[in-house]
């Protein structure tokens, strides 16, 4: 159970490496665990200034151990259910979630209304502003804005999770593996980036739809093209960081396999900023979706997805300011509310948090 | 605690972005009579947004609207537009001579009129012009109206990089006529005339052509030559030329085949053009010539009524070969180099910002322009464009500048609203190849099922439309079935589908644009309302669409949604786009006999007669239902009251000589203003920061 | 370091081809012509504009061709703006573009990470609250909607400043100082997202390091919280903001289409797209072109900046 500290044992590539630069060449903290390395309060602080979870567990298996105890994600959950405000959001997501499955439904049952019903009568072909049928008013066909803020939800809600989940395993994965290699293959890993980052998108997505047949994949895959790269540099520029720090080349000291190291350490390690991102992800796809739309290949008229009906709201913002104020605020409170998951989410998964 | 502040955060979410939209709405109640502010520029100035920035000013390479209107302040014409009608003005010519068969127009021009360097405008400007219009190496996209459109002498030959075949022996080129007369076997006598070299004049021509003068005009068809039908006009043409490509390895693709298109050797043709000589068309054989320096003269092919309405075209406005010479074909237009002859000069050419022209002194006519300078802003987005008319930094604009959403709001409300007809017409072209549109029963059904009064109220001045072609002044419109919905049902249940059954599902497709889209939505919801049809929505990328919808690709799966915007103020304009030359109409509809009779009322001089003969030609075509006529849109422009002299016509196109601002516009208003609705239907916001309330409780 | 630096910059000119000649292949995949009409062209005038534009030579010819003039340094003439010449566009867009894109990339800098780094000393506060809705306010609201607002709001109801258009109000040749009038609506409404963006990553950064053991240190010695935040916490606090600077500045200098569109900025971003929809190859390609030699260098500028901030980053 007993492990001597951390900070004597590193082997490092560079005899010179300026380890402690920053903070003067006897850390008070480090001094104290050195002296009272059994105690619980030890045990605290190693996790602490570790920065890292070399907590038991891990250190077990990397031994060859059995995994015992609460796991990180068990972990995360416990405290993610304490955070109101995590939770609130959550819900929220939820129930935009089921509205968006079976509210055209429901409203097709009360009212008749679909997300592509036009009236036959000239008369209630136009926008109109809000009333009781229409909750959210119409647009300038006479349609349901409501059936078609929520229809529209589908599709947007799918594009941002999935292309938030391909950002999320392509670009952590690539930009993990990328900042630890260092070196040539980091070097080569970014400049792929980089070209993809630089040839022109719209050309590629032209291209695209030229060759292969227009579906629900070929829009992920426009999406999940692109969404990655930033994150990629993100996690990498972490991961460069991380990688000297001292829990790390302890663990590669010992023979941890790298893919490990990575997974295992690192990356729950660049967590904070990675969660922020994917937040931030979900709105950018969203009203990528929009625009790739424009080009033929995103949703087609007459179904709507929330970036059509805010470029359509866009155009008509003066005239009809219903046809905006609807769809933008559906669009915001979700995100909002995901964004407090994500907050949420990133403090309960903090390894830095876990005692505190 | 922490979900009360949750709770306050969405509600102040809610509540703000009820402050800025009421905040920003709240401007439409400044001013109930025009849309936005009305100070007038200082002096004789016009802004007006023409659209998108000028992708050149050279008339000749020239193909969009918003840059024609520049080039018509820049360039004068043998004509110019009449404000109101359109309609051709004797401008650069005083008058024109047209001989008895009205293929040989004489263009007297007047003495007094110069380019912006000093140097004299003259006859010898218009062949150079004319010439370098159609020329091969400048390969400019509308060089075809040239020889399409109109058919001057051998313009084709020239443009097109053809060759005469000529016979060594006789000294004589072979015609169309010859090869027809030939049959399979021959013998093949070549009796073509030498084509006419215009660069010398018709009296030193007479002289050495009397000998050879050819035969006089064969009778015969130019197209659908193996036609036997009856009904088939015919028109007495010249015997046109029988053409080869003057490339060697062209031709000779064409006589002995092409193993890479896989297309067969003409073995015929081969041998029956053994030993004979192929002569390349040149400039010169195009048929416009300079009698004098003031007198210009146009050899057509086949009589053309239309003809002096086309050429107020951009087209066919002189360009100066002093410039182009110097600078070369794309340089000479920027504004250091560039010599015009209009109304107006080009003083500055901000790319993407704005281009001003200004007086031009040199004018013939300058004592009668009135503005001193316009700026042309070049903007991309509609809504900016309105941003800026309201305030007040855009005096007027081109047509269909407000947005189609806003329209009946802003004519409701705003008097600076100007609409009137326009040669724009809506329809959806039917891809006749495939099955089961290639039967016109279920054509005529998907044409009968729209209701086009929906799709007309959307915008104010939208006419419905059933055949083809806009109203025009002294042309008849035909009339195709209109909305009947039970009529097309039976139609279509006649054709093998009662009800829609086993009707396979078809797509339009479409240019990614907001309004176009909102049409196509009204189709597809009527068709599949009215006859049970199933049709998806495919929108594409402008190039993309065009590329897909072309006549020899065709690639869309059923319907495909088209526009077209008159060129000039004829019916031909439309009616021309449904020949079977025609590249570009989206219907693959081939129909010999429409060819022939269009090509017939052309020839006609007798303009009454002619008129109707054309209502003939869109009648036949509409009876064949190839595409889905919808409406005529309106040409609408948003025009300070100061403004002057700037009418929404039927081209969109102006006379910018007449327009000015009148800075006492003010006297000549109505005094008391008329109590209009507002802007924005406020009846919203109750009902807004109900559902507010309501969701937070 | 310096034969880091000298090898990353040498690696942009194999680099630059090989984005040139991707979208060289990409722009010959494309279907579409530069030179269609709604018109339409006969066959053989199609074939002459082919011909003048070198088009119906062998695709090896052809790209020969075209990257021996760009080594060269000439794109050569736009094929839509026919009169202009590509790095004329260039040379006139670009100064617009960038001045505006780093201005608002500025704002949204110095804004966001105040905000953020103020929400990650209090976290869970009401300050914290407030500026990271504020955050995902700008994140949520499109700039195709932020700006038409703020125009409604300052230039159309209030008639402050004007509704669109660039005006440089001094000029040293191509560049200069802009209008203020002007930019200000645009810079702002460019600037949200990613004051939003670097706020929310600045505060998510500055939390990680504020529990780090170096700043337990620091504080510990007992420097000042104001020498703790701004010498030591800000520093690795603000990598992934470093990360996120590279392509998005690039990107910001290269111009951003809905902006220049709605306020109708003669920058590079409108050209980009257009150059894209028209099939303007040489424009394309000289765009293109500068754009990743943009990417490369700004993502070596953050690798440099990398080190900075943690001098243990070796490459």
Request: glycine fraction near 6%; include cysteine.
């Amino acid at each position: 159970m007993s492990r001597p500290p951390i900070v004597e044992r590193i082997p490092t590539d560079d005899p010179n490496a300026p380890v402690e630069k920053a903070v003067g060449p006897a850390p008070p903290g480090i001094v104290a665990a050195q002296q009272k390395i059994n105690t619980p309060e030890a045990m605290a602080a190693d996790q602490l200034y570790g920065t890292a979870p070399p907590d038991d567990s891990t250190w077990q298996e990397a031994a060859g151990g059995i995994v015992k105890g609460t796991s990180l994600w068990k972990d995360a959950w416990k405290r993610l259910r304490k955070n109101k405000l995590a939770v609130m959001g959550g819900i929220v997501v939820l129930i935009i979630l089921v509205a968006t499955l079976l509210g055209p439904l429901i409203i097709k049952a009360i009212t008749g209304y679909t997300y592509d019903f036009i009236p036959s009568d000239p008369a209630l072909v136009k926008a109109m502003p809000p009333t009781w049928a229409h909750p959210m008013g119409t647009d300038t066909q006479g349609r349901d804005i409501l059936a078609r803020v929520l229809i529209g939800g589908r599709i947007s809600l799918m594009v941002g999770i999935v292309s938030t989940a391909v950002s999320l395993v392509i670009g952590v994965t690539y930009g993990a593996f990328a900042g630890y290699m260092g070196g040539r293959i980091d070097n080569l890993m970014m400049r792929v980036v980089d070209i993809l980052f630089a040839i022109p998108y719209m050309m590629l997505v032209i291209v695209l739809l030229a060759l292969f047949e227009k579906s629900l994949l070929l829009l992920f895959a426009a999406l999940g093209a692109v969404s990655w790269l930033t994150m990629a540099r993100i996690v990498r520029g972490q991961v460069l960081s991380l990688k000297n720090q001292e829990f790390i080349e302890a663990a590669r000291s010992i023979g941890v396999p790298t893919w490990k190291i990575i997974f295992r350490h690192l990356v729950p390690n660049t967590l904070g900023p990675v969660i922020v991102y994917a937040t931030l992800t979900v709105p950018s796809v969203m009203l990528q979706e929009a625009f790739l739309s424009y080009l033929g290949l995103g949703v087609q008229a007459p179904l709507s997805s929330w970036g059509t009906l805010a470029a359509e709201g866009a155009q008509n913002m003066a005239i009809f300011p219903w046809m905006i104020i609807f769809p933008g605020v559906t669009m915001a409170l979700t995100l909002f509310s995901l964004n407090f998951v994500g907050d949420g989410l990133r403090d309960a998964l903090d390894p830095q948090m876990r005692k505190v | 605690m922490r979900i009360k502040s949750f709770v306050r955060f969405y509600f102040s979410l809610g509540l703000a972005a009820l402050l800025l939209t009421a905040a920003a709405c709240s401007s439409s109640k400044q001013n109930s009579q025009y849309f936005g502010k009305n100070t007038p520029p200082e002096g004789q100035v016009l802004r007006y947004i023409s659209g998108a920035e000028p992708e050149t000013l050279d008339p000749h390479p020239m193909t969009g609207q918003p840059e024609s209107r520049i080039a018509a302040a820049l360039f004068d014409g043998l004509v110019e537009y009449d404000e109101k009608t359109v309609t051709p003005r004797p401008s650069l010519a005083t008058s024109w001579d047209i001989n008895s068969n009205g293929t040989v127009w004489t263009f007297h021009l007047r003495k007094d009129a110069k380019w912006t360097d000093g140097t004299p405008l003259t006859a010898h400007d218009f062949v150079y012009s004319w010439r370098r219009a159609v020329s091969p190496e400048l390969a400019a996209p509308y060089a075809s109206m040239m020889y399409e459109s109109i058919k001057i002498d051998n313009a084709k030959a020239y443009g097109e990089k053809k060759a005469f075949v000529r016979d060594p022996a006789t000294g004589r080129f072979l015609t169309e006529g010859d090869l027809e007369r030939a049959g399979e076997h021959g013998p093949l006598t070549f009796t073509g005339a030498p084509p006419i070299n215009y660069n010398q004049l018709p009296t030193q021509q007479a002289q050495t052509n009397t000998s050879t003068s050819p035969a006089p005009a064969q009778t015969s068809a130019t197209t659908g030559g193996n036609s036997n039908d009856a009904s088939v006009p015919k028109v007495a043409l010249k015997d046109p030329y029988f053409l080869l490509p003057s490339d060697e390895e062209e031709r000779n693709k064409i006589l002995n085949g092409d193993p890479a298109k896989k297309t067969q050797p003409n073995h015929k043709l081969a041998h029956f053009l053994e030993g004979k000589e192929f002569v390349a068309a040149t400039k010169e054989n195009m048929g416009v010539r300079a009698l004098d320096d003031y007198t210009f003269e146009v050899t057509l092919e086949a009589p053309t009524a239309f003809f002096h309405k086309i050429i107020l075209h951009q087209f066919f406005r002189p360009v100066p070969r002093q410039a182009i010479e110097k600078y070369g074909d794309a340089l000479w237009v920027k504004p250091e180099n560039i010599v015009t002859s209009g109304a107006f000069k080009l003083t500055e050419w901000t790319p993407y910002e704005k281009i001003v022209v200004e007086r031009n002194p040199l004018f013939w006519d300058n004592a009668n322009t009135k503005l001193e300078k316009i700026i042309f802003p070049s903007i991309e987005e509609l809504v900016t464009g309105m941003n800026m008319y309201k305030a007040g930094e855009i005096d007027a604009t081109q047509s269909n500048e407000v947005p189609p959403p806003w329209r009946n709001q802003i004519k409701a409300t705003s008097k600076d609203y100007v609409y009137g007809p326009y040669l724009q017409t809506e329809y959806v072209a039917i891809n006749t190849n495939i099955k089961p549109l290639d039967n016109p029963k279920v054509r005529k059904a998907l044409s009968m099922a729209i209701n086009r009064q929906i799709i007309t109220d959307q915008a104010p001045g939208r006419e419905p439309l059933t055949a083809f072609t806009p109203k025009m002044d002294g042309y008849e419109n035909a009339e195709g079935a209109g909305y009947n919905p039970e009529e097309a049902r039976r139609l279509l249940a006649e054709a093998g589908f009662p009800g829609g059954k086993g009707f396979p599902e078809i797509e339009i497709v479409y240019n990614t644009s907001e309004s176009t889209k909102q049409t196509m939505e009204f189709v597809q919801s009527m068709l599949k309302r009215e006859l049970g049809i199933k049709v998806e929505l495919t929108n594409q990328e402008w190039r993309v669409y065009l590329d897909n919808t072309r006549s020899d690709k065709m690639k869309f799966n059923g319907l495909a949604r088209r526009g077209w915007i008159g060129d000039y103020v004829d019916p031909n304009t439309f009616l021309d786009l449904m020949t079977s030359a025609s590249t570009n109409n989206g219907t693959d509809w081939k129909d010999k006999k429409y060819d022939a009779m269009l090509l017939a009322a052309n020839a006609e001089t007798d303009p009454q007669k002619r008129m109707k003969m054309l209502h003939d030609c869109e009648a036949y075509m509409i009876s064949q239902q190839p595409i889905i006529p919808l409406y005529v849109g309106p040409s609408s422009l948003m025009r300070k009251p100061y403004v002057r002299n700037l009418e929404a016509n039927l081209l969109d196109q102006h006379n910018w000589r007449g327009v000015y601002i009148d800075h006492n516009w003010r006297e000549s208003e109505p005094a008391a203003p008329v109590a209009l609705a507002p802007l924005l239907d406020t009846r919203a916001f109750p009902a807004i920061a109900r559902l507010f309330y309501t969701g937070l409780r | 370091m310096l034969s880091f630096i000298i090898r990353r910059l040498l690696i942009i000119i194999p680099m630059v081809v090989l984005v040139i000649t991707i979208a060289w292949v990409l722009i010959r995949l494309a279907p579409g012509n530069f030179y269609q009409t709604q018109k339409g062209l006969p066959p053989a005038v199609e074939k002459n504009i082919r011909a003048k534009y070198g088009l119906d030579r062998p695709w090896y010819v052809q790209y020969g061709k075209t990257m021996w003039a760009i080594f060269h340094g000439d794109f050569g003439f736009s094929r839509k703006y026919q009169e202009q010449t590509v790095n004329e566009i260039l040379w006139r867009s670009i100064p617009v573009s960038a001045t505006l894109g780093v201005t608002a990339y500025l704002i949204g800098l110095i804004v966001g990470s105040l905000l953020g780094t103020l929400a990650a000393l209090k976290q869970n506060s009401a300050l914290d609250y407030s500026t990271m809705a504020a955050a995902m306010l700008g994140i949520s609201l499109p700039n195709f909607v932020l700006g038409p607002l703020l125009i409604l709001i300052f230039s159309l109801t209030l008639y402050w400043l004007p509704p669109a258009r660039w005006e440089w109000a001094v000029r040293f040749g191509p560049v200069g100082i802009p209008s203020l009038r002007y930019m200000l609506l645009p810079a702002i409404t460019l600037s949200a997202l990613y004051m939003a963006y670097i706020a929310r990553l600045t505060r998510s950064g500055m939390l990680e390091v504020l529990r780090r053991d170096y700043i337990r240190t620091a504080r510990a010695k007992g420097l000042s919280e104001k020498t703790v935040v701004l010498r030591h916490a800000l520093r690795g606090g603000m990598l992934p903001v470093v990360s996120f600077t590279g392509p998005a500045l690039a990107f910001l200098v290269a111009g951003t289409v809905v902006v220049e569109r709605v306020f109708a900025i003669p920058g590079l971003g409108n050209y980009f797209i257009n150059a894209a929809l028209n099939r303007d190859e040489p424009l394309l390609l000289g765009i293109t072109a500068f754009v990743a030699i943009l990417i490369l260098l700004f993502n070596l500028l953050v690798d440099i900046a990398y080190a900075y901030i943690d001098p243990r980053i070796r490459y």
